[in-house]
């Protein structure tokens, strides 16, 4: 379970300005799927349209068959995972933070899934610039760590679509394969729809499907893709 599909899905914010132009995909279950494509081509316009955010103008977007127009954005919710652009952390551990939501989680939940995201070893730590009551200080984290406890975070939360939008821009190289790394690990068995910048970040995808100017205008894996220049 977990069947992603856009149906002819276009969409506009403001009448006169279309921003996707009869978009077409399927994500089957468990599989990878990489929305790329130049800055302003629509991709994450088409994460908001999967959580309801916003109403495609016309199309469907289904999930296991099912119009998502017919699903309460709460029961969306619980079936999407998605992980931010920016991450928030609140003030105590960076365990607290991979468990919150999921208050109902063992200890040993709560370190597997933050062993896959690869930030097990900060577990008991507080984020920087929350101190100690005895002056301990709080721990420095990258942007890419941060990004990594929000994804033990909906791994943790465990919903069997995953959304990663913009995951891994904005990172130097270096933390971006790091991510990339965690990506492939959480991703395996579960569906997933990746939205990048670049191709570089997402060689694993089953398909990428490149995104300009609110149509698809190449998709096929990556070695068809660079293939084709
Ligand atoms: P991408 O993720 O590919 O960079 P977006 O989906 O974020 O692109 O945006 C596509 C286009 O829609 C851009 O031109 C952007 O300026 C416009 N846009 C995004 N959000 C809004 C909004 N809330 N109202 C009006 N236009 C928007
Ligand atoms: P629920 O729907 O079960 O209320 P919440 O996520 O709202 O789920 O809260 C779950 C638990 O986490 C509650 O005990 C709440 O007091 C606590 N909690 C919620 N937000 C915060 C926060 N920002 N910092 C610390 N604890 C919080």
Redo the contacts with the bound molecule.
């Keep these: 379970n977990g069947v992603v599909r856009f149906e002819d899905v276009h969409f506009a914010?403001?009448p006169e300005r279309p921003?996707l132009k009869g978009v077409s995909f399927e994500v089957p279950a468990g599989h990878t799927v990489a929305i790329v494509?130049p800055?302003?081509?629509?991709?994450?316009?088409i994460s908001r349209l999967l959580f309801r955010f916003y109403e495609p103008t016309s199309g469907r977007i289904l999930i296991d068959g099912q119009d998502i127009a017919d699903v309460q954005q709460a029961s969306l919710r619980k079936v999407i995972g998605m992980v931010p652009q920016d991450t928030v952390l609140f003030n105590d551990t960076i365990g607290y933070n991979v468990q919150y939501g999921r208050w109902d989680a063992s200890a040993e939940e709560v370190r597997e899934a933050a062993r896959l995201a690869q930030i097990d070893r900060f577990i008991g730590q507080l984020p920087e610039g929350y101190d100690t009551p005895v002056g301990e200080r709080g721990l420095k984290l990258s942007g890419g760590e941060k990004q990594r406890v929000a994804i033990a975070r909906t791994i943790l939360k465990g919903p069997p679509i995953l959304v990663l939008d913009e995951a891994t821009s904005a990172l130097d190289t270096f933390t971006e394969k790091e991510i990339q790394d965690a990506l492939d690990r959480v991703s395996r068995g579960r569906t997933t729809l990746v939205?990048a910048h670049r191709l570089s970040t997402v060689i694993g995808a089953d398909e990428i499907i490149v995104?300009d100017q609110g149509r698809i205008v190449e998709r096929g894996t990556h070695a068809s893709l660079l293939a084709q220049g």
């Design positions: 914010y403001i921003i494509g800055s302003g081509a629509g991709k994450s316009t939205i995104l």
